[in-house]
T-cell receptor, first 112, second 113 residues
Framework: SQQGEEDPQALSIQEGENATMNCSYK?????LQWYRQNSGRGLVHLILIRSNEREKHSGRLRVTLDTSKKSSSLLITASRAADTASYFCATAPMDSNYQLIWGAGTKLIIKP | DTAVSQTPKYLVTQMGNDKSIKCEQNLGHDTMYWYKQDSKKFLKIMFS???????INETVPNRFSPKSPDKAHLNLHINSLELGDSAVYFC????????????FGSGTRLTVV
């Protein structure tokens, strides 16, 4: 079942600009994860943020989590053509039977 | 070295056939998953095994049957294929059943004609 909703569904920006994607979810969570999927490939785990964390960085990625609003954002700074991909958020609900709940993804296109 | 490998990458078959997709991970992970991704990119969990024990068995037709001969392998067998089974199927693994980062295979694109 889909719990997360990514916003926007699609985003097209110029290379070098920052890209921000948002994810909202419905139930209390243990953690939230972001994944990237290049066209025709599998998903790649980018970053995990725990429910007691508010912000996390990894290279050009910055993830924030607001549990009071049940939302997260993924910021990619200084975007590159290689960042073109679909980005998914996935939540680990507290009452989960050991499974992630996935959003529908944001399709990001970086124009050279 | 491929961490999670699944074969075949592409599978085109006729309705009514039976087919299998194989998955192997060399990460030493305890838990493996099968996901279905439809044409709108929605990811749906199908099954999960932890150390060869079935722990997630979502509502999928019983034409789909997973088999885990050991914790490094999780295969998916599909009987009597239907047009609606066309999708990309992903295998994934995680260190254990706690819901942390998954490692995905590159997917099997199944087309039923």
């Amino acid at each position: 079942s889909q719990q997360g909703e990514e916003d926007p569904q699609a985003l097209s920006i110029q290379e070098g600009e920052n890209a921000t994607m948002n994810c909202s979810y419905k139930t209390s969570i243990n953690n939230l994860q972001w994944y990237r999927q290049n066209s025709g490939r599998g998903l790649v785990h980018l970053i995990l943020i725990r429910s007691n964390e508010r912000e996390k960085h990894s290279g050009r990625l910055r993830v924030t989590l607001d549990t009071s609003k049940k939302s997260s954002s993924l910021l990619i700074t200084a975007s590159r053509a290689a960042d073109t991909a679909s980005y998914f958020c996935a939540t680990a609900p507290m009452d989960s039977n050991y499974q992630l709940i996935w959003g529908a993804g944001t399709k990001l296109i970086i124009k050279p | 070295d491929t961490a999670v490998s699944q074969t075949p990458k592409y599978l085109v078959t006729q309705m009514g056939n039976d087919k299998s997709i194989k998955c192997e991970q060399n990460l030493g992970h305890d838990t493996m998953y099968w996901y279905k991704q439809d044409s709108k990119k929605f990811l749906k969990i199908m099954f999960s095994y932890n150390n060869k024990e079935l722990i997630i068995n979502e509502t999928v037709p019983n034409r789909f049957s997973p088999k885990s001969p050991d914790k490094a392998h999780l295969n998916l067998h599909i009987n009597s294929l239907e047009l609606g089974d066309s999708a990309v199927y992903f295998c994934a693994s995680s260190q254990d059943r706690r819901v942390r980062g998954y490692t995905f295979g590159s997917g099997t694109r199944l087309t039923v004609v």
